[in-house]
């Protein structure tokens, strides 16, 4: 059984490495093959497909996705209050002292902390499909998965066969009630 799961992994990874046209020397192939197939043994052992289900469990990484961009934008929205009220300060000490001060306004943190929550976002984006790469095995198990909408699409295509099907026996008794009226 683990022969054929490494069998069908070895072939999936050759197919890739076709698919992205990689020339790789035989000797670092092998060596390659060794290790993802050491590295897939380890996944099958039960410990290790335990943490992996628990690592990619929809839970855990909505989770940590969720403290941690959430963190990201909290310091967003808190620079963003700073530069409204450094707006606010930059008006009132305009108008009544007649003073035009623009250092009161804190753009430089504002933007800063922008780009730190986008860059913030990214790196959790492509943290998440590396995992839902490297851990998941099963495509249901992958992070961000849409049940309902797997199932609504196979619902679909059911429906759309059951169609054609329909209208095939439609057309076979029209032409049976032709034939008949023929004789």
Known sequence: MILTKITNTDEIKKAKRQRRKIEIPDPISETM????????????????????????SDK???????????????????????????????????????????AVIPWSNFIKSFFTMILIAVSVFALVKLLNLMLVRNPKERFGYNASLAETMEIKKGQQETNKLLRELIELNKSQQNDTKML
Do not use: E, P
């Open 60 to 102: 855990v990484m909505g989770f940590a996705v969720g403290v941690v961009v959430g963190n990201a934008f909290s310091d967003f929205v808190k620079t963003f209050v700073d530069l409204s009220s450094g707006v606010v300060q930059f008006v009132y000490v305009w108008l009544v002292k007649g003073i035009v001060n623009g």
């Open 33 to 56: 093959d060794a290790v993802n197939n050491l590295s897939d043994a380890m996944i099958d052992s039960r410990l290790a497909g335990d943490f992996r289900l628990f690592l990619t």
